[in-house]
């Protein structure tokens, strides 16, 4: 079992950057791959972006294609969100979630359980 701690969330102001991080417990985690998800206000949660175990493979929402990158540190267990050019309309609740394998299509509606997210603002 994979147990996940998002952090690094804030106020920022539009064109501002914020990097996110999970934190993951447990010895699978390496074999892991991850994604990050959104939920706006009202909203229904939204794939952001994902990594295959390695970092080898990446994929992004269109939304966010060219603004975000992620990556993974396996010594520290831990994933990372780097959100860069931020926009008004990436204010949400960010969560991230460990999936068997990589896949092309990542969906929520795959997870039964999610962390307690961390919250970010962007201000215009």
């Known amino acids: 079992q994979v147990l996940l701690v998002e952090s690094g969330g804030g106020l920022v102001q539009a064109g501002g950057s914020l990097r996110l991080s999970c934190a993951a417990s447990?010895?699978?985690?390496?074999?892991?791959?991850m994604g990050w998800f959104r939920q706006a206000p009202g909203k229904e949660r939204e794939f952001v972006a994902a990594i295959n175990w390695n970092g080898g493979s990446t994929s992004y929402a269109d939304s966010v294609k060219g603004r975000f990158t992620i990556s993974r540190d396996n010594a520290k267990n831990t994933v990372y969100l780097q959100m860069n050019s931020l926009k008004p309309e990436d204010t949400a609740v960010y969560y991230c979630?460990?999936?068997?394998?990589?896949?092309?299509?990542?969906?929520?509606?795959?997870?039964?359980?999610w962390g307690q997210g961390t919250q970010v603002t962007v201000s215009s």
């Open positions: 447990g010895r699978a985690y390496n074999t892991y791959a």
């Open positions: 979630a460990p999936r068997s394998y990589y896949g092309s299509r990542w969906s929520p509606a795959e997870f039964g359980s």
